[in-house]
């Protein structure tokens, strides 16, 4: 296959991609705002789904073919193990990313995240709190009084992380190990490169500078 063309199988998946993205981040934006008004609370579960399209992930897992220069036989690609490791790497960017952002989209008032629906909806007695009160859960952030506020929703967010690295791992496992999988052409470059990116997003977090907390003058 030529680099420098992506053949159509994989030009139509990105695209769809590309289509579902653009979707998830309506979406994402129509939680956020709902969140913001004290309207509906999504679920952990209808987070999840949405998040794990809306970060891009997916994107990048399709053009992974396209740097190797391979293309999957869609057996592959149909597979429910190879879908399910799809999903497994797009949620360990996803969460990564939000326990990373999590202060600075507090501070911004920006609620739609990992830690903070676990916070709310792991105590249920919160929710009516929350739809009820004018507190500002932004104003929490940096409170002495409130230190601690959100730590044991944090914990629990990088416990799902770390669980959904095992995931990704003992799924990588199960294909490799999988007869009719195993003998595919390409199949292990692929599910190195797409393992690959769950490395190199934590790495590139922690080098990037994104998540710094800003100093105040």
């Avoid at 979406?27 to 399209?53: D, F, H, T, W």
């Avoid at 999957?72 to 996803?94: G, M, R, Y």
């Avoid at 002495?144 to 506020?149: I, L, S, T």
């Avoid at 791992?169 to 470059?189: D, F």
Wanted: some cysteine.
């Amino acid at each position: 296959m030529k680099r420098d063309g992506m053949p159509l199988s994989q030009q139509i998946r990105f695209e769809a991609a590309a289509t579902k993205y653009v979707m998830a981040q309506v979406q994402a934006v129509e939680m956020n705002q709902q969140l913001a008004m004290k309207g509906r609370i999504p679920s952990l579960l209808e987070y999840v789904r949405v998040r794990r399209v809306a970060i891009g992930a997916p994107l990048c897992i399709v053009a992974s073919e396209y740097d190797l220069g391979i293309d999957l036989d869609p057996k592959i690609l149909h597979d429910p193990l190879v879908q399910c490791l799809q999903d497994a790497v797009s949620d360990h960017v996803a969460w990564l990313n939000d326990i990373l952002s999590f202060p600075k989209e507090l501070r911004r008032g920006e609620l739609l995240n990992l830690v903070f629906l676990n916070h709310i909806t792991n105590n249920p007695f919160l929710i009516a709190d929350y739809n009820r009160s004018g507190r500002d859960h932004a104003s929490l952030y940096g409170n002495e009084e409130q230190a601690g506020f959100f730590d044991a929703a944090v914990c629990r967010a990088w416990e799902m992380t770390e669980s959904r690295y095992e995931d990704c791992a003992r799924l990588a496992s199960e294909i490799m190990g999988s007869p009719h999988l195993s003998a595919m052409p390409h199949l292990k470059q692929y599910v190195e490169a797409i393992c690959s990116i769950t490395v190199g997003n934590w790495a590139w977090s922690l080098r990037c500078g994104r998540y710094n907390t800003p100093t105040i003058p």
